[in-house]
């Protein structure tokens, strides 16, 4: 058996290796969930983490147990063969409350997050974003700006934005990752997602939800930078980009992917001005 | 005419791939036809399988349709996984990949995993609990053909008029005509309607059968665990499948009769479809697992030695369990807005089933303390599934804390947890039962040695596979991409996962092999007990009889088998055998099926004649089976006398 023994080895050590090459494999960097840049992302990799950890004792608790249980009642492993033994009342209480713990921990900060990041943060100017998904490419609207892009979206650093999404498409999902998590841009609804760059950089986002053939190239760019240079680059984008015109809309809503493309003001009702349904949250997105 | 080709064989079914299927079909359909006709077996497939309504047969075309399953959505996923094993690939085309993905995971959930369980079902439960057959064992074979029918008329999708496109989910608006012109979605639609008319079927029969035809004395606290699973999940089906009905129903009337229950126009609510999707979903992930769970109960007992430990419990946290099931369908879409309070609810709500499924697992772990276990290939299924089981729920309820999920949801996070679950849980389950009740299906075991060749192949493989996978969630990677650029730490994770997903397919092929092996070198069981099993079906010889049980078994306790071994009651008195009534074979079943087809085909490519065809024979088959058809056969004492001698177990 020396020979099984060693080749056992050798198949640990391929593990180790490759288990530690997997994870440190541009370790930084290209984990973007866990290199938040703003406050939302963070928030939730606080919680991925909390939820990360606990789960990570309650898999060490169970693997132990089950390796014990395994090695020592194999039928060479020596433990005593007791047949009866087949319920214990107190036990199982303590089974049950166990988890019952476990999922109250990570229930509570749950509750309170899920509320916490549904709404901006009170008392701070922030900005809006109207978002269409279109079939293959993001649209972005700045109601206050009366200015458009395709495909990238330039944001103040330190700021709170707003993005209000909905699509003239079949669904898709607004998600970078370094600034928070995903929500639904869907036909027919205005869903509201709070985000915030917490440093200037750019970061890549796409669409989560499949919804066709351009599907995988639903990639856009977030450029977070400093508040007097976002209004620097709004105020030259209205001077000096053409409109968005109706006919110019209609181009974009043809099934392709496009580039990206600046345009000062677009035509009024090419975002819907409320939304049916029960999403919205007491109307605190519609007045603006 | 020039039309008509077009429509069946637009470009999508003309590229090489489903070209290479055509000639495989075509060759393999005439492979079997040609052994048929020489070897003069067509009356005999005929009398003894497609006109069957005997349980077990039953039972194993399903278990034949299900690796058949196992193995389409196994290429497919292959497929997948060579696409994406290298950045900027180009074996795979968007619309093609696209294609791919939805069929995989379409045949991966309703044409082999429930096929797969319900093959089990037929198998084992009503030799459990001491039936002669199921309830209604005419409808138990029409139910079979449903789904038989329906399985072919999907997989037809992939040569004739083009694969549906939109993910197994099917989302609204993406199935809407303007989005997707081809017939591929209604197949679709029609495949799962006609299927699904089978299950519910089946979910009636076996909680009837379970709730009327136990033998005398087993009350429900005596039953085996996966009696009382099937018993649950078949609830679960007759609740849940109905919302998935009415959802394909209103998309089809959206395709073919241009109503607007989810389209974008017309005031049509896409997001109706997704909610009435998921409310069907979620409890379908538990008519998936807790089958796996009642699998998993049998085994550990019986490979330790020892009653299950917190019988009572296990019972109790499957209730929980289905309860619980039907509020969380939310949580498939936190990302929907659908508020706060909502997202809260149903966080908390999917948190909660991590309780009673840590019980269960605590429990089996307990079983197995205090025992003497042995490690069978069904053993090792089930040693295999408590730590994978576990790390795949704990991932699970890191995707129920909702904020986190607003990072994991579509991410290759959430297909590493879904895969870890189904495959960690259903598929180890599966096979772990396939092992269990070979013997008693054909009276011989399955090779240990190659057995255990194919779980190391396919478990190392299934780490391999999805480990990366949670790793590309973390950065950022979504579902369904069929092409991704360098530079994002993606390629080595995705290059290691398509590794692992090729070792995996290794193991199935060793599985097949070893199948076909121990079919050519039988190693018979002829004690009908190979695994010195607790529950019912080890009291009788393998294969089981026609009749299942010569003399129907009088039960005093749990582990009925078990207590009559130790009291020494395992023999049967020769004056206690009477003639026994079962129910005649019928073609009605597979008719049934073929109207069917042809109603579904034609609603597929909008023949109205052909549809209204098949939907009369569907009707007069229907009206012939009620009024006209009857009967039953009687098998005589003395057959019955002369099957039981032969394994040695009559007493004068």
Redesign the interface.
Known sequence: MPVCRALCKRLVRWIVVGVAGLVTAGCGSHYVVLHPAGPVAAEELHLIEMAGVAMGVVILFVLVLYAVTVLRFRERGGGPYLPQWNGSRRLEVGLFAVPLIIVAFLAVPTVTQTFALDRLPPGRHHLVIDVTSLDYKWLFFYPRQRIATVNYVDIPAGTPVLFELTADSPMNTFWVPQLGGMEYAMPGRVLPLYLEAGRTGVFTGRSANFSGVGFAHMVFTVDAVPTARFDRWAGSVRRRAPPLTRAGYRGLLAASEAPRETFSGYPSGAFPQSSHGFTLQGGMYVSR | MTHLLAQLFPPSVLRPMELGADASIVIATVAIAAFLTRKRRWGWLWREWLTTVDHKKIGIMYLIAAMLGLFRGGVDALLLRTQLAVPQNTFLG??HY?EIFTTHGTIMVFFMAMPFIFALFNIAIPLMIGARDVAFPRLNAISFWLFAFAFLLFNMSFVVGGSPN??WTA?A??T?LR?NPSVGENYYLLALQISGIGTIATGINFLVTILRLRAPGMTLMRMPLFAWSALITSSLIIFAFPALTVALALTMLDRLFGSSFFT?GH?????MYVNLFWIWGHPEVYILVLPAFGIFSEVVATF??????????MVGSMIAISLLSYGVWVHH?F???????V??FF??ST??I??PT??K???W???????????TCAMLWQ?AF??TF??GG??G??L????????F???YFLVAHFHNVLIGGVVFGLFSGLYYWWPKMFGYTLNERQGKWAFWFFLIGFWVTF??QY?L????M???????PHG???S??NL?STGGAYAMGVGFVILVYSIAYSARHKDLDLTGDPWDGRTLEWSMPSPAPEYNFAVLPKVSTRDAWWTMKQAGRTSIRLGEIEPITLPKNTGMPFLLGLSFFVAGLGAVFSWWPVALAGLGGVLALLVWGWFVETGDHVIPAHEVRRSETLPGRLEA
């Open positions: 968007a619309e696209n939109a993910g989302y608006p993406l809407e989005f974008i005031a049509g609510m896409p997001m330790s030695g020892k009653a299950l430990f917190g019988y009572p419990a879409f990302t929907m807005g659908a508020g706060a309070a997202n809260a966080g908390i948190m909660l991590a309780i840590g019980v697992v605590f429990n772990i307990f079983t197995m303390w205090g025992g003497r276990v042995r490690t040693l408590i730590p576990v790390i704990a991932t309820v890191m129920a804390v909702v904020p986190g999920d607003y990072q949801h579509n991410s480990f990366p790793l969630g973390l950065e950022g979504t579902r369904r991409i069929y092409i991704y994002l730490g993606w080595l994770p290691v």
